[in-house]
């Protein structure tokens, strides 16, 4: 097999590119969307449904302390996590 790109390579590459490209955007976005409604609650406490809790731990759990560690998270990773 030769070093260069073959033309289904290409095909393959170039959209893979663009949909992560797309999907940092969006997430970049909703990060910072986090981070206004964070800013908006000002040491309000939320109150959330047993269900609201059951589906932001599951999630959680998927990525782990270091990343929720990273992010402007609603609810501390300890209450995520525990």
């Not at 260069?4 to 910072?32: C, K, M, S, T």
């Not at 986090?34 to 932001?56: A, H, I, S, Y």
């Amino acid at each position: 097999m030769s070093n260069f790109i073959q033309p289904f390579h290409l095909l393959v590459i170039a959209p893979a590119g663009w949909l992560n490209r797309q999907q940092q955007v969006v997430i970049d976005y909703l990060i910072e969307e986090n981070r206004v409604l964070k800013d908006q609650l000002e040491g309000q406490q939320l109150r959330f449904t047993d269900e609201q809790r059951v589906r932001l731990a599951v999630k959680a759990k998927v990525l782990g302390r270091q990343v929720l560690d990273d992010l402007e998270t609603l609810v501390t990773p300890d209450t995520l996590l525990a």
